[in-house]
């Protein structure tokens, strides 16, 4: 099943929802296969968080050396 875009601007209040409608379906077909392998229900949702979190911070991680990296190259644009 295809997961449909966003049809809200990026600051409108109501579009986290509308992401977590768009991609429910696709997540309850994630959770239903896994447990047809053999994985029990909170073992799944523990995994899917752990995942969802460590792809959050490695975003964050690589937001903070993206700017790093452009303080840097203003710095050596002053000093030269």
């Known amino acids: ?12 209040p109501d ?9 429910a379906v696709r ?14 229900k909170a073992e ?3 995994a899917i968080i752990d995942m ?3 792809e959050s911070l490695r975003m964050h991680v690589n937001i903070r050396l ?7 190259k203003l710095m050596k644009k002053r000093d030269v």
Do not use: K, Y
């Open 1 to 12: 099943m295809t997961i449909r875009g966003p049809h809200r601007t990026r600051d409108h």
């Open 52 to 54: 969802a979190d460590a």
């Open 66 to 72: 993206s700017v790093e990296t452009e303080l840097r």
């Open 44 to 46: 799944v949702l523990a």
């Open 15 to 23: 579009r986290c929802f509308e992401c977590q409608r768009a991609i």
């Open 27 to 40: 997540l309850n077909e994630l959770m239903r296969d896994a447990q047809q392998a053999g994985w029990n």
